[in-house]
Structures are given as C-alpha cells and as structure tokens.
C-alpha cells in the first residue's frame, strides 16, 4: 500500500473553471490532507515518480474549503470543458481514489449527487471510490440516498493528536501564562483585565455564522470577531435560502425569521471584518497565525465562541473545539446537537456554570441557539463589572481550563502512543481511515 505525494488536483480544476478566488481553503497537497497530517502514515508516502507499479495505490483528491452546493453547481456547469478532476494517471487498477472531505461534518445531497456524478463521469471503480469526511453516521445518511455508486467512510480525523503542530506553537505563549510540570499544566495566573469579552473566528461562509455576527454586532458587547471573506451577496443569497429551509421545515417562527434577517441586515453594515489573514498553515492547524499581534488578541479574551463546522444531526467535532482548549480559555460552541454531551464523553468540562449546555444541545431552532449564546455573555459582561463576582467566577474557570488542557495532553499522549507498534493500533482511533487500507 502506498499514498501518491502529489498536487492537489481540485487546485487545477477550479483553476480551469474560473474559480481561482476560491482557493484560499483547499488543500495545495495530497499531503495536506488529514491523511498527510497522520505521523504514523509517513513512510507509506511516495512522491508520483516514485510510486511503486503493481501495488495498491491511494489517490487524495481533497475538497475541503468548499460549500456543497456551490461545488456541485460548478461540477455541474464544466465538467466537460474544465481540465479533469481526476487525472488520467488515476484512472488504473491500482488506484484507490479518495475525495478527502475531512475537514467538513456537513454531508447532504449535493455532496452526495456530486460524487456520484464524478464516478459515472470518468467511469471509476465504485469499490475503489470513496468520499470520506467527519460526520459519523455518514454511510447511514448515503443509504438513505439513491447515490450509492461509491463508497463514503467516517474519518473521525479530530481528534488530539491532529493539533500536536498548533499546540506546540502555542506553548510558549501558554508558558507566559501558566507553569508547567512534564508538560502538564498545573497552574494559571487568572488574568481579571483582559481586553475583549469573547472571540469568534469565521473563515469559511456559513449561514448560522453570519446571523450570528449580526446578533454579536447589535450586543455591542467587546468582541474580537472576523467574518467570512466571500462577496455579502454570496453569503445573503445562502443565508436567506438556509432560513427559508428552516422555514419550511418549522424550526423557525415568522418572528424568528424577521430576527434573523435583521442580524443579517446588521452584518452587512460591517462587512467584512477582516483580523487575519489565514495561509495554509493556519488553515491547516500547524499553526494559530503568522502575526503575533492577533495571536496576543486572542488570548486576550475571556472565552472563546466556537462556531462548528455544522449545526444539525450530523454530530462533527472539528479543531475549532480543540484551540480554546489548548489556549486555556473557557468556550461555547455553536455547533451540532449532543456536541456538549460528546465532549463530556470525552471527559471535557464544557462551563455548563456559563450557558446551559443540555438545553442549547437539543435545540433546533437556530435563532434561539444565537440569542443563547448572547444572553450567555450578557450576563458575563454584568459579572466583569463586578471586580469581586469577576474574581470569583475566573477562579472556577481556571480549574475547568487547567481539567482540560490536562486532558487534552493525556489523550494526545494515548492516541499517539497506540500507533507505536503498528498501524491496527493506531486505527483503532482512526477506524475511518482504514477502510480504504483494507481493499484487496
């Protein structure tokens, strides 16, 4: 078994569709793919040059960076003229074929008529095509389609281990703050002046992120927030058609859906909010940021407002979690249902004392979600004005922090440790990547 070290192909195909705008989050590299990120898979690597002929070999093709529908309706108007998403020197009974979707837990329709379009396109083996992402019950929600020409697998991909490269960048900020003791951190001085109330980053343009802007713009509580980046008109159009599903779907009230286009109104007026500019080692969690004057800000914040990569039954945990962990701040995720009850079975703390982590879990109303998440700092912000209240609750913050980066660094140490002897021990924690692994 071997892994083609190659150029992404998705970079020349959206290159040759006139999509070169849209290349900021993919991918440039096989290697840069979550498989790549995996240490224990290193020596199976080999540049295309170098492929050895007559053994089992696995493309990546990644489509990470990319909305669903918007890459179906781009597949879909040039595929016949646009250079081929899989190249020729794919196309042989050696080739595994990967499309690496892992830094998404998002799975709907379009993804799934995309890639069944490709398979009949190019005429691909549907045993030896697979699309692989992080939502768990991924291959249940495939057979619940009639796109079922290839294969799709689970890559579990975030977990600890994944952020080894972030978190040692981050250590020797984490040493300005705290002390360690064989890289457990048993102490935190509580800093009570922090600039800013909360942080939320948002690269990747999502609907529920931006009524949740808005709802942060119109708090006018501090906050250290970025937005998405894509042209206002592009976000509108896809946040009015997701409330519109909700709508029909009756998670949503007339009175929430005049919320909602109101927080969007409010975005607009700001838009964008550009804090940094991300290259690929941020995206790709080897690092928070090239500029340390951003990477200061962020740590100075009091919590920190995750924003997931999806927000409905497909149960996804993404790095988003994972950096205020290892940053030692307290958090709130807006993300899918049971997200909290998931990172409690992780043995994580997830500051239930700051909002109410069961209710906002089995929530589907997105609009109640946000106004949640606003009253949850509303109420922090009346705390802060408070010296003696402050104090007493960042003491109780502090424990939570230091609980979970302890944790964070034994399960790092478990999961890396489990792949030392060989490769079944480390799939046992990555069982999504093993499938491709086992074809005959």
Not at 43 to 67: A, F, V
Not at 116 to 127: A, F, G, K, M, T
Not at 366 to 377: A, D, G, R, T, Y
Not at 407 to 436: M, S, T, W, Y
């Given at each position: ?215 942060m713009i119109e708090s006018g ?159 922090l912000n009346i705390v802060k ?56």
């Open positions: 078994m071997q892994f083609a070290d190659i150029e992404n192909p998705f970079i020349k195909f959206l290159y040759s569709c006139g999509k070169a705008d849209m290349l900021e989050h993919v991918p440039t590299n096989s290697k840069t793919s979550m498989y790549g990120m995996c240490r224990h898979l290193d020596e199976h690597w080999e540049k295309q040059e170098n492929l050895y002929p007559g053994i089992k070999t696995i493309y990546i093709i990644s489509i990470d960076g990319m909305d669903s529908k918007m890459l179906y309706d781009i597949w879909e108007h040039n595929k016949y003229t646009c250079t081929p998403l899989v190249p020729e020197f794919m196309q042989n009974d050696d080739a595994v074929i990967l499309f690496d979707n892992s830094a998404e837990g998002h799975v709907d329709e379009y993804i799934f008529k995309f890639m069944s379009q490709v398979v009949l396109h190019y005429n691909l083996n549907p045993e030896k095509t697979f699309y692989c992402n992080s939502s768990i019950n991924i291959e249940t929600l495939q057979n619940k389609t009639r796109y079922t020409n290839f294969k799709t697998i689970s890559s579990n991909n975030f977990l600890e281990d994944s952020l080894s490269e972030l978190h040692s960048e981050l250590q020797p900020k984490l040493q300005m703050l705290g002390q360690f003791d064989n890289n457990f951190l048993f102490n935190i001085d509580t800093n009570l002046s922090k600039r800013y109330l909360f942080n939320c980053l948002n690269n990747a343009p999502k609907p529920y992120r931006a009524l949740l802007l808005g709802a509580l501090d906050g250290f927030y970025s937005s998405p980046t894509v042209p206002f008109s592009t976000l509108f159009e896809g946040t009015i058609e997701y409330l519109n599903n909700q709508m029909r779907n009756k998670s949503l009230t007339k009175e929430d859906f005049n919320t909602a286009l109101k927080w969007v109104d409010i975005l607009q007026e700001k838009y964008p909010i550009i804090l940094d500019k991300p290259d690929e080692d941020s995206i790709h969690m080897r690092k928070m940021s090239a500029d340390n004057g951003f990477v200061d800000s962020l740590f100075d914040c009091d919590i920190s407002i995750v924003t997931e990569s999806s927000i409905d039954d497909n149960l996804f945990v993404s790095e988003k979690v994972f950096k205020p962990i290892i940053m030692c701040q307290p958090f709130i995720v807006l993300g899918p249902n049971r997200i909290n009850n998931y990172l409690e079975s992780l043995q994580y703390n997830t500051f239930e004392y700051i909002i109410d982590t069961k209710q906002i879990d089995h929530v589907n109303n997105i609009v109640v979600k946000i106004k949640m998440i606003i009253e949850s700092l509303n109420n004005s408070s010296p003696i209240d402050w104090k007493s609750l960042n003491d109780k913050i502090a424990l939570d922090v230091i609980h979970n980066y302890n944790n964070f660094i034994a399960r790092k140490k478990q999961l890396h440790d489990a792949g030392l002897d060989n490769l079944e021990g480390f799939f046992e924690f990555r069982p999504g990547l093993k499938v491709p692994l086992s074809l005959k």
